[in-house]
Nanobody, 125 residues
Framework: VQLQASGGGLVQAGGSLRLSCAAS????????FGWFRQAPGKEREFVAG????????YNRDSVKGRYTISRDNAKSTVYLQMNSLEPEDTAVYYC???????????????????WGQGTLVTVSS
């Protein structure tokens, strides 16, 4: 499975971005996806995840209700809508995938088999 993340860029604080993660390579039936981010000098952090059935999970401490993860199975694409962006959201955002991932494992990086290359989000103050 190949994952291609896109949609990052420079945005002012308070603005919005929508990241996309396009998956290809084999049928994605049964796959779950996650979004993680890594800021300079910090560890990779879970942001949001979604199972094949559509159950979602968020890092409430970081996201604070501002992000929404969704998926379009017909397009093999997962989205991360980010609103009310803050400078603290600046990071490289990565998408990841794993077949049959369960909800409780969405936030664990080691749970995933496939990773995209990342897309940079920069939020200016």
């Amino acid at each position: 499975v190949q994952l291609q993340a896109s949609g990052g860029g420079l945005v002012q604080a308070g603005g919005s971005l929508r990241l996309s993660c396009a998956a290809s390579g084999r049928t994605l039936s049964g796959y779950g996806f996650g979004w993680f981010r890594q800021a300079p000098g910090k560890e990779r952090e879970f942001v949001a995840g979604i199972t094949w059935s559509g159950s979602t999970r968020y890092n409430r401490d970081s996201v604070k209700g501002r992000y929404t993860i969704s998926r379009d199975n017909a397009k093999s694409t997962v989205y991360l809508q980010m609103n009310s962006l803050e400078p603290e959201d600046t990071a490289v955002y990565y998408c990841a995938a794993k077949p049959r991932i369960i909800w409780s494992s969405l936030g664990v990086p080691d749970s995933y088999d496939y990773w995209g290359q990342g897309t940079l989000v920069t939020v200016s103050s």
